[in-house]
């Protein structure tokens, strides 16, 4: 997990082409803005422990035929600002030069390599690259790689222009790869900022599903700055009396979302004033079977009387069948046989826990902690945990994939003590996962909160969150934040709950496991029964689909940011490209079968797994979102409408927040 940004000044934005009716402000020499240099980096510092770099691209217009009316781009690194409090010089020069620069900041939490790496990287062109996420296909990597520097390599020989092909044929005759063409490649999350020197665009995106964060302040009147930051910060001390009662979190249209894909600013000169002018533009994905992913269009959808018939039929036989049980299925030897690859649930488990082993190959870990995690009481990857059926069957996977003389942190947040749904569901499932891995140390790390004391600690995540806005978006964000720190006690086995004899624990594991994606494509939530009924198959395959393509807005974005801040990179097994794919080849029927009472016909074919797991108790559970499985949401309701009965009749979780509310 990285924090990127850059923030661009002093160049009139055209953004014709995403948005015909923008009207592009004119840069100026002197301006109050809500954010500085130092307010950013403080934010993204503590998303990349690591280290914190900085560096800066002077633009300067010269009206010259040689250079085709493009300016000059000098490039001059600087480690640290002047002053990390203070806003650079993006207001002008003493109001009387007009400053035009590129900053760049990166942070970074190191997982891969076996050197230690600082953003930005410049090459040798002058090309800067800040880059937040994984590689785990499309470009090749050794075991011992950093993904930005092998990145940063491949970028530097992409053809310096825009293009909208895959390959370029260069003078020389050699085929290059365009830069949409070569971030089609990549299979795995990722947010980028990249300078390309020689052309003098500004590259950046997020991946196709947005597993990673990027927001965008695109300029107006009152900032015109070009802005994009893995995360909001709050305002300056010194300029926050000017968003009293916490106006500074209700001002949530300054930051937007920006949407997956992959994006270009070319800046060039324009006129005899030398003015400079930067175009933006998105750029198709090139890449088809990615762009098959995002239509996320399924074969078979509406099944025939006799296809409900075989697939009901097959369930009662896979459970009656002794054969079909835990451990020996899940045996590398057995893995790939015909009778595996015939069975989907066995499809879905082997895709599973293939992501998962992607997602968490210790030799790829950077040891650049004093953390060992080679020494067997330090666990190096942890769960998201609940008890639930996603958590769980992430959990059983994860103990296939890591020699079991590391231990696993199960993480697991509540607000009601050992009484919330998620706490009580947590203690079973951890039972479950010792009976079936004995021999693996489970740790179940048990965070308390009280949501009536965590006054600093909501406006900061309200910062996380946005552009968020919701009582939902921030019950869900707080609930996150918390379980990422990994900050709690370790569950006393032996069933005393006495606060005095537990154990105080904070996980070290710098990965953690989400389910996130798995409710989308399985459908597990309420409303996809609602528009099975109203709808039929047709109608829950478009809600399902629906979800998928707007869950980059409504929850990866804001997870990433919460999960992020803690030092943490969230990983999410369930939105593999592969598993996508698998899932969708799969007909709908044998997915989810709403007909079925909840706990059975939801999200079907993973109570299938689990079953094969051998967490049967998992297999049953209904689905129960994180902000009523912890009872945050039960308190928030108390909190700022007073019981949950008013806060139902005010729809509270869809209620904006303000600041006075906080």
């Known amino acids: 997990m990285c924090g990127i940004a850059v923030i661009v000044s002093g160049i009139k934005t055209i953004l014709s082409s995403l948005d015909p009716n923008f009207i592009s402000p004119l840069p100026l020499l002197e301006q109050q803005t809500l954010f500085s240099v130092g307010d950013i980096k403080a934010v993204l510092r503590r998303r990349g422990p690591d280290s914190l770099g900085c560096k800066k691209v002077i633009l ?50 190191q997982l891969r390599g076996i050197n230690p790496i600082a953003q930005p990287l410049v090459d040798g062109l002058g090309n800067i690259l800040v880059y937040n996420g994984e590689i785990f296909g499309g470009i090749e990597m050794s075991s011992d790689s950093n993904v930005t520097e092998i990145l940063m390599q491949h ?48 590259w950046f995106g997020r991946d196709a599903f947005g597993r990673r964060s990027l927001l965008v302040h695109w300029p107006t009147k009152e900032d015109p700055r070009f802005l994009l930051s893995s995360v909001s910060p709050l305002p300056s001390v010194n300029r926050s009396s000017e968003f009293a009662d916490g106006g500074e979190i209700a001002k949530t ?27 933006v533009l998105k750029h ?41 049980t835990p451990s020996i299925l899940m045996e590398s030897k057995l893995a790939y046989t ?48 609940s008890g639930g059926l996603d958590s769980m069957i992430l959990a059983a996977l ?32 951890l039972k479950e996962l010792q009976s079936i891995a004995p021999s693996r140390r489970w740790k179940l790390v048990e965070i308390d909160a009280d949501l009536q004391k ?90 399902m689909k629906l979800d998928m393509q707007r869950i980059w807005k409504r929850n990866l974005g804001r997870d990433d940011r919460c999960i992020g801040d ?18 969708l080849d799969i007909p709908l029927w044998e997915i989810a079968d709403l007909d079925q009472p909840i706990g059975i016909g939801d999200k079907k074919i993973l109570r299938e797994v689990a079953h094969l797991l051998g967490v049967s108790g998992a297999a049953s559970l209904p689905k129960r979102a994180i902000q009523f499985g912890s009872r945050i949401a039960r308190e928030s309701n108390r909190k700022n409408f007073g019981s949950n009965r008013a806060a139902n009749q005010a729809s509270a979780g869809s209620v904006t927040i303000y600041g006075n509310n906080s």
């Open 60 to 109: 300067r217009s010269e009206v010259s035929s040689l250079c085709g009316g493009k300016p000059d781009v000098v490039a001059s690194v600087e480690n640290e600002d002047p002053s990390e409090g203070e806003a650079c010089h993006f207001g002008g020069g003493g109001g009387k030069e007009l400053i035009r620069e590129m900053q760049f900041v990166g942070a970074t939490l």
């Open 155 to 202: 970028l530097g020989l992409c053809c310096s222009h825009v293009s909208p092909q895959h390959n370029i044929t260069d003078t020389s005759g050699e085929r290059r790869s365009s830069v949409p063409g070569l971030l089609s490649r990549i299979k795995g999350p990722w947010a980028l900022i990249y300078w390309q020197s020689s052309s003098n665009i500004l």
């Open 253 to 279: 249209d300054f930051w937007k979302e920006l949407p997956c894909g992959v994006y270009s600013l070319s800046i060039g000169a324009i006129g005899t004033d030398e003015d400079l002018i930067g175009e």
């Open 284 to 324: 198709d994905w090139t890449d088809q079977k990615l762009k098959e992913l995002i239509t996320w269009e399924r074969t078979s959808v509406q099944p025939k009387p006799e296809d409900l018939h075989v697939s009901r039929q097959k369930v009662y036989n896979r459970k009656e069948d002794s054969p079909l």
């Open 338 to 385: 015909d009778c595996l690859l015939t069975s989907l649930p066995h499809r879905v488990m082997i895709a599973l826990q293939e992501s998962i082993m992607r997602r968490t190959a210790l030799n790829t870990i950077y040891q650049a902690t004093s953390v060992d995690y080679t020494n067997k009481c330090n666990a190096p990857v942890a769960v998201l945990f």
């Open 398 to 429: 994860l103990d296939k994939c890591m020699d079991a003389k590391y231990e696993i942190d199960l993480l697991n947040v509540s607000f009601d003590g050992p009484c919330a749904p998620d706490r009580i569901s947590a203690r079973a499932g």
């Open 454 to 543: 965590l006054t600093s600690e909501t406006k900061h995540v309200m910062s996380l969150i946005n552009p968020a806005s919701t009582y939902m978006d921030l019950n869900i964000g707080i609930a996150l934040w918390l379980a990422a720190s990994g900050d709690g006690c370790l569950h006393d086995e032996t069933g005393n709950d006495e606060t005095c004899d537990r154990v105080k624990y904070k996980s070290a594991a710098r990965i953690l496991l989400v389910g996130s994606g798995a409710d989308e494509q399985c459908a597990g939530y309420g409303r996809h029964r609602t528009k099975y009924r109203n709808g039929s198959w047709l109608g829950l395959n478009d809600e």
């Open 566 to 583: 803690n030092g943490k990179e969230a990983r999410f097994p369930f939105l593999d490209e592969d598993v996508i794919r698998i899932l």
